[in-house]
């Protein structure tokens, strides 16, 4: 029998979006009805399977496909930042794996119908891993808004989705990363659903010239605090 491993603290509250947030409609038909049953984690759970880049290759660029053929269109970007610990603490070795629209606003998904144009140049997901310091970086193009129907008028502001893994599947962290001045961002239920203004500016990337290569891309940093006061906002699930 595996041994029951304790440990994982829920994060702060205030600082994370409610299940039911009435502003993001899909919430209204999948928040939990009942009670939540707390099922204590497993050392198999807690700590398999490795994720490591010999098992699951890195994709640190998202501009060009693995045959080097053509580039993908847009703005191309460079998006860096650290995994950090609620103790300021690097964490190492993090699968951190990114998604996003292309720069026309449109996912290479078949659940996507927005008639913005495909991008058969661009991959659209990429995976790198923390380095000692905590430290990820990879290759995009600034993704562009999209409709989505949760309102009249609705729109996306531009965003890339992440996911993080530490040791194991169980610990995972799902996440968006906004961009500086975007106007749309005052309007997006999704955004809003964190409450604290804080929290919700921890979502948000920062221009960086020294993340900036010349001649290249703009860069921008992102880091990512796992728990404690300073905790990135998470997400229950992923929808849009």
């Known amino acids: 029998m595996s041994e029951v491993v304790h440990g994982y603290r829920r994060p702060n509250a205030a600082h994370q979006p409610p299940l039911n947030s009435p502003g993001y409609g899909s919430t209204r038909a999948r928040f939990p009805q009942q009670p939540l049953l707390e099922l204590p984690h497993t050392l198999t759970e807690t700590s398999s399977p490795v994720f490591t880049p010999a098992r699951y290759p890195e994709t640190v660029d998202l501009t060009v496909l693995e045959n080097g053929a053509g580039h993908a269109m847009g703005e191309r970007i460079i998006v860096a930042g650290r995994v950090l610990d609620e103790d300021g603490r690097p964490v190492r070795r993090a699968m951190v794996e990114v998604w996003q629209a292309n720069a026309a606003g449109r996912y290479n998904h078949e659940g996507d119908t ?74 997006d239920p999704i955004f809003h659903t964190v409450a604290d203004e804080g929290a919700r500016n921890r979502l948000v990337a920062k221009f960086d010239l020294d993340i900036t290569q010349p001649e290249h891309a703009l860069g921008y940093r992102f880091d990512i605090v796992l728990r404690g006061h300073e905790a990135t906002p998470m997400e229950e699930n992923h929808h849009d």
């Open 114 to 187: 927005h008639d913005a144009p495909l991008d058969p140049n661009f991959r659209g997901m990429g995976r790198v891993f923390t380095d000692e310091e905590g430290w990820y970086r990879y290759l995009t193009v600034r993704p562009g808004a999209y409709p989505w129907r949760n309102h009249q008028n609705a729109w996306r502001p531009n965003h890339i989705h992440y996911s993080l893994f530490g040791r194991g599947f169980a610990q995972r962290m799902i996440t968006q990363m906004y961009f500086p001045g975007d106007p749309l961002l005052p309007l």
